[in-house]
């Protein structure tokens, strides 16, 4: 039994772990952390969790309370795990950042996209990115994990066999992606109002979104190379789910992609390549950890497209967090991760 | 470890109870069956539940295989348990109904509701109604259940206390009930159309509804006598979810309703009282076996109101069902229902 | 053709009305204000209105400007009319009030359950409560009109056979109301976030809430004496709409209710009594200016349900607003409100 | 005033056309058929017809009544108005089909991709297509029109612009579409029911659709050439709207982008190009005969992507074919279609 801290519990990510946690064996919530809602009990705030958590609230951030944890998740707008970081690793505290803080390896990038400077740039060389389908045996070893975005895990799951292969242009990737609203977090905000976002599609940030320098450094490792890659996010009229659909043109004759697929993800517990000619749904995985996968081949001709769906809030931040903290610490990558989605 | 059979599994609480019992550490489901779908893989109807039964298929309903099991759930149209029920019985096997098929004691109010004579009125003295707030103790010792319908359980428990303490006119009850479209079933009907159902918000049945008999059945055991009640189901725009907004005219000066429901309710692991003042949501049950409960008495009147919610396919249907396996076998009563609610 | 300003029209009632006016062969547009979004096109704050005010923008309350037009809309918080009516009445502006600033009769009253002492109580004597099918004839010849709520006309609507008739206990009425989420404005609230209001069902005020005393104070007059009603509002997962189902007891044999309700509203254009055995849906009112009725009287008993849906934004404000309009100005009374509901 | 029927009207297209031409100065319906719900009033079945067409009932399609209006529209599936246009062409009536029978110039193409022989090759030569944007001087003069389908009236207006100017690689186009549930009709099939279709969001016809001929034969026409396009439908859990969102490779330097949209699209009547930097919304077209369209080119890089939107009922249906109507009988362009969009 391990001891964790969560930073910044009062968001979407911030109950979605506490809903994981409550069904791991070997995990025990030492303290949740939030300025605004100080003295809150957590189910007074999130009725879901009556009966799991009745005495657990929220509390100021405490960094020696913190550094008494085994880990720490900062589910956090950007900047805080900057701050923070540094002193809970001094202190022996593993740190899962679900924030944008250490995803990019260049803090000019970071700079440059998130318009203020990088606040701890000295970790960014032993920050991991926690995408364990491509980093498994660095997160069984990491003290600083960056849990990749929502829309990264999404593309980077369904591009890694292609770009691994070298089988389409990398230079000209498309990820046309859908969200539903948890994407956009707990803010108040008038276009995230049901009477606004509900009966209604519309894509946003058309020009540029910050997901695209991450999932672009994530595809350039898969290509070992450059790529280019026009990323269009959709906002859908839904409470969760990531649908990414993915076109790559295929720079030659490419073999069976079925089998590539299934062989590529063969030992990934979470990710499910689903059989030729399927078409996920994003309600097969809500609530679980899982990244549904699907290959087509239009027309037999040269573009292919990979269907790729997830819980925004489980693989895409929250369970996802939750699988890198069983590999740091030796547990079963199930553990707190094995009920079936919700459906209907 | 046990084995359990599920006969007529393609239904929302077919698929509702194999989520639920994937999670179960004491059981094992052995057999599935639909005669339409015989053949067919469980998780290629319901990729949910790929990688948690990746096996299990549908097959023909045979008496001699589900006689082999310790306990076997019906989640069928009504008339089929009466057909089979006594010969599993005879077998040794226990039987777990989800239908209306033992719910009523008088099998005439059966025939008249459902338009067709009652099946196994021999049956019906040992049936019990899987109420565990209610009969928890006739639960263990049972060979037969009848599972309560959804608009039922969350009256019933609304309603309970106040006719037990004989606190309210029994002659005029008022249940104003709001169900998401999964209680009409899986059927493919226009009205359940996600075109025409969603977005707004119809009452049916407000002359007369199969539920009503069985909730009046239940009260008459509460108040101990004659009870009248208006029973107005309404359908709501969403999935799952029953909201019971009960309202009951006081006889007298009631004393303190909260402390009256709070201890009712004390010893119950499935309901939930929440605090004086709230307005239990649906989707803090979205998943879960609970029913959270309010009471309210407006203006210091004489009239109560009570809400009650419940997720129509858990604490309304499988869940319920698991719960009473779970007290039936001598289980932890929350083995596989220990979950918590999926939320947002 | 008059001419026409809009105070207040940033909310979903202000657009509303622009909605409405675009289709009124006798109205043009003057002049909308809006402090906050003085400068911007309404059409560039909503889109569905390219085309038909492409010039029109938002402006700082002038009350000479909105002094030269022949009425004046306020859709607007309550208390802003307070201030502003009596000038533009007595520049000869006729004034329809969307907010509750004119609606309860006694001054008192309203500052007990708005907070704050009422900024006009000196006008209260002119305010007529613009709810056609009970004041049609006062409505021709007023200056200021307050519109009724949302709630209140359709609860009021429902009721009014029954009272006016003396069929039903008056001290008793119950009406349990589902609302869409605009009737809680355009505000950035939590609550009303889609991630948080969809796929949920709640009630909320079951304690009071600020429609009672107004609805009360309609159903008075309707009795001819003092009425006592449980009012319990539910927050529905849908963009527009609310249906009202109301209880009431029969005090004796109430001969042929739906003979009684067709008669009633016989000469009424906005109200429809649906055949008898109707369930009205909130959609077939969705976008139009109409209340439709179903009466029923569940097993012949000594309960009565009616069934009342309307569009809150159009009969249960913008739309209402509009057929006040054309009341005082004389206009065809379906002038700007001809379109049939959009169903699907 | 002229008299119009509606061949198959219980569809979702038949009760749009109804709503529309309800509002239309110069159309009066004549005549609905439908054999399954012949004698019943359309108001019945649709409540939102109520007060517009109290008398008009379905009737069994009768060549003489129908051939003694000046036009009937077809809301059909394929195959019927091949059998029955060629009789009521003969007899002086124009027709209006809004199924796919006369969209493909090419009746053996028609034949591979609906699975039976063309029932009307005849006809073929003097079908338009009745885009007007592309067709409008044909169209006045047609007999027979062809409605273009959703999918492709979306499509084919974003891309007309870059294609018929020659910059983007016609070889290699993208059509990422997102489409309403009422794009499946009112069929009462399982994955459309709110249920299933609900919070979730999938693909389908990932490798072939009904669409991809007509889409390809518009574009052809635009390039002037044989063009390539991979054409991938979602179906979103909302009841109106397509959201396409297209994607082309720039050849060469393409000038100003939005200038040439706004440019060819100046003198349409139901064409919006937004400002630059827009993303419309679907909700932007609810209920109106409006395609809005916007075009991207992300970090000024050799990718154009263009937002197109329309209401798949009006501008992809019923809108359009009363448009195409209008301009047939020399009528106003927008007569029934005047309103804006319901919105919120």
Redesign the interface.
């Known amino acids: 039994m391990i001891k964790v801290g969560i930073v910044g519990g009062t968001g979407?990510t911030g109950?979605e772990l506490?809903?994981l946690l409550?069904?791991h064996p070997q995990v025990e919530v030492e303290a949740i952390t939030s300025r605004s809602e100080a003295g809150v009990r957590v189910c007074d705030m999130?009725?879901?969790?009556?009966?799991?958590y009745d005495e657990l609230a929220f509390s100021e951030p405490d960094p020696q309370r913190l550094g008494a944890c085994d880990a720490v998740f900062f589910a956090t707008p950007h900047g805080v795990a900057h701050a923070l970081a540094g002193e809970l690793l001094e202190r022996g505290t593993r740190v899962i950042d679900l924030s944008a803080d250490f995803r990019l390896r260049d803090a000019e990038v970071w700079a440059e996209w998130y318009g203020q400077p990088h606040g701890a740039p000295e970790l960014l060389g032993e920050a991991v990115y926690g995408l364990p389908e491509m980093h498994r045996e660095r997160i069984r070893q990491a003290r600083l994990i960056a849990v990749p975005g929502c829309y990264p895990t999404a593309v980077q799951l369904g591009l890694l066999p292609l770009l691994e292969a070298g089988l389409i242009d990398a230079d000209?990737l498309?990820a046309?992606c859908?969200s539903?609203?948890?994407g956009a977090g707990?803010g108040?905000?008038?276009p995230?109002?049901?009477?606004?976002?509900?009966?209604?599609?519309?894509?946003?940030g058309?020009?540029?979104h910050r997901h695209l320098p991450e999932i672009s450094q994530g595809l350039r490792d898969a290509a070992n190379g450059p790529v280019?890659l026009?990323?269009?996010p959709?906002l859908?009229?839904?409470?969760?789910?990531i649908?990414a659909?993915l076109?790559g043109?295929l720079t030659g004759e490419p073999g069976d992609l079925q089998a590539l697929f299934e062989q590529r993800f063969a030992d990934e517990p979470f990710v499910?390549v689903?059989p030729a000619?399927s078409?996920?749904?994003?309600?097969?995985?809500?609530?679980?950890n899982?990244c549904?996968l699907?290959v087509?081949?239009?027309?037999n001709?040269?573009?292919v497209?990979v269907?790729s769906?997830i819980d925004n809030l489980v693989k895409g931040a929250s369970g996802q967090a939750v699988q890198n903290l069983n590999l740091m610490f030796g547990f079963d990558e199930h553990a707190g991760l094995?009920?079936?989605?919700?459906?209907?």
Chains 1, 2, 3, 4 share one sequence.
């Open positions: 979407y109950v506490l809903r409550a069904q999130y009725p879901n969790l009556r009966g799991h000209h498309i046309d859908k539903g609203v948890t707990r108040a905000k008038v995230s109002l049901l009477a606004e976002a509900s009966e209604s599609m519309k894509a946003y058309a020009s540029g280019g026009t990323f269009v959709h859908t009229p839904m409470i969760r789910g649908h659909t076109y043109r499910d689903m000619g078409h996920p749904e994003t309600r097969s995985v809500k609530g679980a899982v549904r699907a087509h081949r239009p027309g001709g040269d573009t497209v269907l769906v094995a009920a079936p989605a919700l459906m209907p």
